[in-house]
């Protein structure tokens, strides 16, 4: 081989390795890499809807996008997460407006005794109220979709048939749900949900009121093998992404976002219904576990009792100039519609 020629083969080798790294590292570059941030531990409900969104968006955007998930607390905890967000700490969050009581005032009435009757209801609405609203107190965060859990229901450690039954009993319970336990004539009893197998177990409570897929995703039907179906409030949760973040994205990317906001608060409420589902046959099958159900008259009893809530709400919103009875209005027409289309 002559010199001159070995140098030309020598040159086209240097210039191909050279275009490789090149496209290695602007395909690295393109790369968007974000973090999701929630505070319950990875079996929960609302981290697999965390997981699901990471996926569908990697795929739908060819891999562009890359989501690291942080489940348990890792990144950030329940009541620092959307100013977490906002500062940067995460580029997105999940947790539950209710637990900043006074923050979200408008959305406020997604958590009362409104009579949902399922996740997949009551996040389609939620949703739709958000969109139509988009209340100031969310001006800081972009927010990419909402959802709520399954309707309250008492799991316990006795059985409670009725409210005679129901009167006294220390049962765990915070905020919105506490307050409906004791228009129950329940003693609600505030703590983490961490801290409530001991307390069980301790007796410091009698059960606990919660959406029902945890009886199987925390295993709470080893230790409450009776569950009293109280159609209780749920509780909305709130996805959202730092605005700086979120204005950076190219707009492909933002497209895959917004397309996917509506798919994924029906998927997850839906999602939920049917862990719930699950978990009850589950409870039966291993536990035993047996569900009662209160009388009309009981029912219908409880929510007069609990409708103070409600008015205090529409007392709040009035007083700070928002529009609550027409939010309201609008949350039972919509709850309406979407019984019919996901059914009771």
Same mark, same amino acid.
């Given at each position: ?13 240097f ?15 393109a ?27 990697? +795929? ?10 942080y489940?348990?607390?890792? !990144? $950030? ?8 967000v906002?500062?940067?700490i ?8 209710p637990?900043? /009581?006074?923050?979200?005032?408008? %959305?406020e ?6 009579g ?5 209801v009551?996040?389609a ?5 958000? +969109?139509?609203y ?9 927010? $990419? ?20 039954d !129901? ?20 003693? /609600?009893?505030? %703590? ?7 307390? !069980?177990?301790?007796g410091?409570?009698?059960? !606990? ?19 009293t $179906? ?11 992404m ?7 994205? /190219? ?11 509506? #798919? ?5 409420? +839906?999602m939920?219904?049917?862990?719930? #589902? ?5 409870? +039966? ?8 159900? $209160?009388?009309?008259? #009981?029912?219908?009893?409880?929510n ?11 007392a ?6 928002? /529009?609550?009875k ?17 059914g009771?």
């Open positions: 081989m002559k010199r001159k020629q070995f140098f030309k083969i020598l040159g086209v080798l210039l191909a390795v050279a275009l490789t790294i090149s496209v290695s590292t602007v395909s690295r570059a790369t968007i890499k974000l973090s999701y941030a929630f505070f319950a531990p990875s079996r929960s409900f609302p981290a697999a809807q965390m997981e699901r969104w990471a996926k569908e968006v990697a +795929k739908r955007t060819n891999g562009k996008v890359k989501v690291s998930t489940p348990g607390g890792t !990144l $950030l905890g329940a009541k620092n997460m959307f100013d977490g906002i500062s940067g995460a580029d997105i969050g999940c947790s539950c407006p637990y900043m /009581p006074g923050r979200f005032p408008l %959305m009435a997604v958590d009362l005794p409104v949902f009757t399922s996740a997949a009551a996040s609405v939620t949703w739709d109220l958000y +969109k139509k988009r209340p100031a107190s969310f001006s800081k965060l972009k927010v $990419l979709t909402m959802f709520t859990c399954s309707p309250g229901q008492i799991m316990s450690k006795v059985p409670l048939k009725s409210l005679k !129901l009167k006294g009993v220390e049962i765990r319970g915070t905020g919105i749900s506490g307050k409906y336990l004791k228009a129950a004539g329940v003693t /609600p009893v505030a %703590m983490p949900m961490s801290s409530v197998p001991e307390s !069980l177990q301790k410091v409570v009698k059960g !606990l009121i919660s959406s029902i897929e945890v009886m199987k995703d925390f295993n709470f039907a080893s230790l409450c093998q009776n569950v $179906l109280m159609g209780g409030p749920t509780t909305s949760f709130a996805v959202v730092n605005k700086k973040k979120w204005n950076s994205l /190219p707009d492909d990317v933002k497209k895959v976002i917004n397309d996917l906001s509506d #798919e994924q608060c029906y998927w997850t409420g +839906k939920e219904d049917a862990r719930g #589902e699950k978990a009850i046959a589950w409870a +039966k099958k291993k536990y035993k576990v047996k569900i009662y159900k $209160l009388t009309a008259k #009981e029912y219908k009893a409880i007069s009792k609990a409708h103070v809530m409600i008015d205090k709400y529409l709040k919103t009035k007083k700070a100039g928002l /529009p609550g027409k939010f309201l209005d609008d949350l039972y027409a919509l709850k309406a519609k979407y019984e019919k289309k996901f009771k």
